[in-house]
């Protein structure tokens, strides 16, 4: 019973170069969130997802981009990393977000950006 | 805008009784999560109030007050295990959780 699972765990990157992070989760949720936790703040979200083919932005969405080409998929890029993206990234997944079913967890990437 | 609030840390001895308080402000209210996180861990869920009261699962409860934009967790019988910290988050409106910057809870033997 995987739940949500995230990869890489962590990454060093230097400003101005891309990457994607991968979220999966074999629960067959429909909706998925990336957030982003860095010291002192609550989780912001990014951008999230309602279904198979749909993405919507969250409070932090600049600099990202995301796709969900598949329902168990959800996909973090960066285009052009910044120092101020160097955070803790976690994707969470839920299947009804009106109910009391709560957001279920990966256990994050660490990403550094020089 | 939105906001919650909770106390950035707390220190506890074991065996004794926390409560941790949260206090929101959000546009609109359909839920209240508390959430644990150990340190470099995903968080995971607690527990979960929509209606006036407390909810009591084992060492750990959680109260909610609506009219008062107020909720806390209490824990029980502190066990060092316990230490974490734990994140309030109020879904609203939109559906979408708007989140606390957790309380750090410390044990002490």
Known sequence: ?114 | GQNIDQPTEMTATEGAIVQINCTYQTSGFNGLFWYQQHAGEAPTFLSYNVLDGLEEKGRFSSFLSRSKGYSYLLLKELQMKDSASYLCAVKNSNYQLIWGAGTKLIIKP
């Open chain 1, 1 to 114: 019973n995987a739940g949500v699972t995230q990869t890489p765990k962590f990454r060093v990157l230097k400003t101005g170069q891309s990457m994607t992070l991968l979220c999966a989760q074999d629960m067959n949720h429909e909706y998925m969130y990336w957030y982003r936790q860095d010291p002192g703040m609550g989780l912001r979200l990014i951008h999230y997802s309602v279904g198979e083919g749909t993405t919507a932005k969250g409070e932090v969405p600049d600099g990202y981009n995301v796709s969900r080409l598949k329902k168990q998929n959800f996909l973090l890029g960066l285009e052009s990393a910044a120092p101020s993206q160097t955070s803790v990234y976690f994707c969470a997944s839920t299947s009804l977000p009106d109910s009391n079913q709560p957001q279920h967890f990966g256990d994050g990437t660490r990403l550094s950006i020089l």
